[in-house]
């Protein structure tokens, strides 16, 4: 099992920008495939975006690509997830995700080890 703490998380205007990290502990950072979901108030938890073993390999929900930024840093056992452009709909609470992963691959589910959350709100 690996644990996993998400910050960086707050309130920002329309059309501005947060990164967000997630710090990983406990296994081998490098073996696992690692995403990013949401959940917004009312909602299911959603997928955002997932990242490959080297960070190679990246895909993204439709509703945030060519904003959002996934990547990792595997010295740091550090994820990321660059946001920009935000807009009022990605308010939600944004957890990071881990799992055991084959290398070249890139996943959207089956996650086993998740973080507690970050809330990000996006103001009008």
């Known amino acids: 099992q690996v644990q996993l703490v998400e910050s960086g998380g707050g309130l920002v205007q329309a059309g501005g920008s947060l990164r967000l990290s997630c710090a990983a502990s406990?296994?081998?950072?490098?073996?696992?495939?690692m995403g990013w979901f949401r959940q917004a108030p009312g909602k299911e938890r959603e997928f955002v975006a997932a990242i490959s073993l080297s960070g190679g390999r990246t895909v993204y929900a439709d509703s945030v690509k060519g904003r959002f930024t996934i990547s990792r840093d595997n010295a740091k056992a550090t994820l990321y997830l660059q946001m920009s452009s935000l807009k009022p709909e990605d308010t939600a609470v944004y957890y990071c995700a881990a799992r055991p992963l084959g290398p070249g691959l890139v996943v959207t589910g089956g996650y086993s080890d998740w973080g507690q959350g970050t809330q990000v709100t996006v103001a009008s």
């Open positions: 406990g296994r081998t950072f490098s073996r696992y495939g």
